[in-house]
């Protein structure tokens, strides 16, 4: 639920709340088309938040080549009203248009969509953005060392454990 999502956000003190969409235009196929980026109504001209969204908005048109239509503000989406921080709504895309819907089917344009999303934070903060894709050794070697770091702290979890029931026992 969404009220979830905000509030774990919140309590984890995030900088930024992003939320990835894919748009509709009514329920029946049609030529709507494009990608826009959200901001709650409040937000004013050039703050932190407008920032961070322009960016956003900028990658994902540069790297999806798809419709531009803009930034827009709105007061009607809990997760931009209710969230502390920075908070950025992207449609990606219609769902209601074959096109775009057949796109935002396939993994490659969802790729394209969240690495542009990560180089617009990464360019909102100055930052680099580092691409790192693993192949299927390393995400196994990946895999097993999670398994192994489990493994490895089952017996502290144990050993806690039974300190804990040995403390409420007396």
């Known amino acids: ?27 029946a196929w049609n030529d709507a088309n494009g990608i826009e980026t959200i901001i709650y109504e409040k937000v004013m001209g050039d703050s ?19 419709r531009n239509r803009g930034i827009k503000r709105r007061g009607d989406l809990y997760v931009l009203e209710a969230t502390k921080m920075h908070a950025v709504l992207v449609e990606c895309g219609f769902m209601t248009n074959p096109e ?30 580092k691409k790192k894709a693993l192949a299927l050794g390393e995400r196994m070697q990946e895999e097993a060392a999670c398994e192994e770091t489990v493994e490895a702290a089952e017996p502290v979890k144990n050993e806690w454990q039974e300190k804990y029931e040995a403390l409420n026992n007396q």
Request: aromatic share 10%; net charge positive; charged share 25%.
């Open 1 to 27: 639920p969404l009220q979830t999502r905000v509030q774990r956000a919140n309590k984890a003190n995030a900088a930024v709340y992003i939320s990835i969409h894919a748009n509709a235009y009514g329920t």
């Open 100 to 129: 775009e819907g057949k796109l935002l089917l396939d993994e490659g344009y969802r790729r394209k969509c969240a690495e542009a999303i990560c180089r617009g934070v990464c360019g909102f903060y100055g930052a680099a953005y």
């Open 48 to 66: 932190d938040t407008y920032r961070i969204a322009k960016w956003i908005h900028d990658e994902l048109i540069r790297e999806c080549g798809r």
